[in-house]
């Protein structure tokens, strides 16, 4: 185990390296004479390693200018090495340093994650403060937590909140072109057909889009591609059925019906004529029998299940 003195040192030698080796000269002679660097010990491995991953996490803002930062990425390591650390070194040091304080979960950016859901899965996400999210199958969003704001981009899909309330620390969905404002509650966004369906279950929520409006327990809103609101038929417990292993159709068009169903199941569900997307479906399907929704489907309805192919059903009039 290095002493302090001489971890400093390898943590000095660390950082020009990762300076070295991400800029645009970095030679192969330069990396050769970094492997040797780097097979005189664990500790220059380990050192190097840590440092190596903060500056990682930082670089995913390349996008964004920050001076010193730019100043770091154009280093050029010396030709006579007078000093252990340069002055543009120490300028990534400090980086590196900050870093993590900056663009941690509670720093005063903080940093996306981003999540995604295969069709037929479901994934938990927990917060810190005890938030949770419950993505549904073919979901996809990008979640941000920082010391002034937790925000979700939900880019597709359905994810249901539940939220720890805290007024310096709103909670925010972004789906389509409005926003979903928590106010200490728990609530399910859908994205589909582009509209956005938002079902409160308990709380209340202030969705701002074109206008604004706030919504409270048992209640339901959703709204178009404008942002203009939209009044649905459709109850909360309907909505969050998927929650309970269940999809629960009142009165829905066909292809709105395949839709969601293929959330849920790696099966690929077309019409052979679009006409038939306008026929309406009622009924309750258990989220892991795709046939049985279907044999109900074409029961009721008049239309014929035709598989092709493995991993395809169309849907054809008879």
């Not at 899909?157 to 805290?166: L, Q, R």
């Not at 709105?256 to 849920?264: D, K, T």
């Not at 309750?284 to 598989?307: E, S, W, Y």
Request: glycine share 6%; with cysteine.
């Amino acid at each position: 185990m290095p002493n302090i003195q001489t971890s400093t040192v390898l943590q000095q030698q660390a950082i020009e390296w990762i300076l070295r080796l991400d800029s645009a000269t970095c030679t192969p002679a330069d990396r050769q004479a970094f492997a040797e660097w780097l097979a005189l010990g664990e500790d220059r491995r380990r050192i190097y390693q840590q440092l190596a991953s903060r500056w990682n996490k930082l670089d995913r803002y390349k996008g964004r200018d920050f001076p010193v930062r730019r100043q770091a990425l154009s280093y050029r390591a010396p030709h006579k090495r007078t000093r252990r650390l340069s002055t543009l070194a120490l300028a990534a040091s400090l980086l590196l340093g900050l870093g993590i304080a900056t663009f941690s979960e509670y720093g005063w950016y903080g940093y996306p994650r981003h999540y995604a859901t295969e069709r037929g899965s479901r994934q938990t996400v927990h917060l810190a403060d005890g938030s949770r999210l419950e993505l549904s199958g073919d979901t996809e969003l990008t979640l941000r937590v920082n010391r002034w704001r937790r925000s979700v981009e939900l880019i597709k899909g359905e994810a249901f909140f539940s939220v720890a309330h805290n007024p310096q620390q709103p909670f925010e969905v972004q789906a389509g072109h409005g926003s979903i404002v928590d106010i200490g509650t728990e609530f399910d966004v859908r994205l589909q057909n582009r509209q956005v369906a938002v079902a409160v279950l308990e709380g209340a929520v202030k969705i701002v889009t074109s206008g604004s409006r706030e919504i409270s327990a048992n209640q339901v809103l959703a709204y178009d591609q404008r942002g203009d609101f939209l009044e649905s038929q459709d109850k909360p417990a309907t909505i969050t059925a998927w929650l309970r292993g269940q999809l629960v159709f009142e009165n829905r068009r066909l292809d709105e019906v395949l839709s969601e169903l293929e959330r849920f199941h790696d099966t690929r569900l077309t019409l052979a004529d679009p006409s038939l997307a306008k026929l309406r479906v009622s009924g309750t399907f258990h989220i892991g029998n795709l046939d049985g929704a279907l044999n109900v489907i074409a029961m009721t309805l008049p239309v014929n299940i035709q598989r092709p192919s493995p991993g395809q059903v169309i849907l054809a009039g008879r």
